[in-house]
């Protein structure tokens, strides 16, 4: 079963072109990052930023979540 799409008005639009602004915004970041540190793949960040969250001592992810919020 389908269910009908509302149709997206202006403000949605905006919304949305927003949102894409600061993904690529972000991409750009992370690529900036990954360049500076020579970093060749998102496995490879992953690999280092799990075990640093699983250490920490709730003071990071608090940073992280405080930044991101």
């Known amino acids: 079963?389908?269910?009908?799409?509302?149709k997206l008005d202006r403000e949605d639009v905006m919304r949305i072109a927003e949102g894409?602004?600061?993904?690529e915004e972000g991409v750009e970041t992370i690529q900036a990052v990954?360049?500076?540190?020579?970093?060749?793949?998102?496995?490879?960040?992953?690999?280092?930023?799990?075990?640093?969250f699983k250490s920490d001592d709730d003071t990071l992810s608090e940073s992280v979540i405080t930044r991101l919020g």
């Open 1 to 6: 079963m389908t269910e009908a799409i509302e």
């Open 20 to 23: 894409l602004k600061l993904i």
């Open 34 to 52: 990954m360049r500076k540190k020579k970093i060749k793949s998102i496995k490879d960040i992953a690999s280092e930023l799990i075990p640093v």
